[in-house]
C-alpha cells in the first residue's frame, strides 16, 4: 500500500509546513458526503497516531489512518495550477465514479 506525492505536490506541502511553523506533514483522508459517497479531507498533522500510515515523497510528509487508507491507496497527490484556479488534485487508481462538480467519488 503507498501513497505518493509529485515534486509539485511535495514542494506545496513542504511550504504549508514552513509557513504555517508547525507539523508534521499532510493528513489525508475520507470521510461520507455528496452524491457520489466519499469526500477527500486534507489537513495539518500535529501528531502521529500509532495507527497512522506514514508516507513521504521528495521530503513532504503525508500521514493517512487506517479506515481511509483503503480508499487512497495507489494514490498520487499533485498540485495543479490552471489559469486562477490552483490545488491538490487526487490521481486515484481506485475511484470508479465521481460526481459532475467533482467534490465527491465513489470506489
Same mark, same amino acid.
Do not use: H, N, Q, W
Given at each position: 500500500?503507498? =501513497?505518493?506525492?509529485?515534486q509539485a505536490a511535495a514542494e506545496r506541502v513542504r511550504n504549508f509546513i514552513q509557513q504555517r511553523g508547525r507539523g508534521e506533514g499532510l493528513r489525508l483522508g475520507v470521510r461520507p458526503s455528496g452524491c457520489s459517497?466519499?469526500?477527500?479531507? =486534507?489537513?495539518?498533522?500535529?501528531?502521529i497516531e500509532p495507527e497512522d500510515h506514514v508516507y513521504e515523497s521528495h521530503g513532504a510528509k503525508i500521514i493517512v489512518d487506517a479506515k481511509s487508507l483503503i480508499y487512497l491507496d495507489g494514490t498520487e497527490l499533485d498540485y495543479t495550477r490552471e489559469g486562477l484556479n490552483e490545488g491538490f488534485k487526487f490521481n486515484n487508481p481506485n475511484v470508479k465514479d465521481s460526481c459532475g462538480c467533482g467534490e465527491s467519488f465513489n470506489v
Open positions: 500500500m503507498s =501513497i505518493t506525492l509529485t459517497g466519499k469526500a477527500y479531507v =486534507i489537513e495539518y498533522a500535529d501528531k
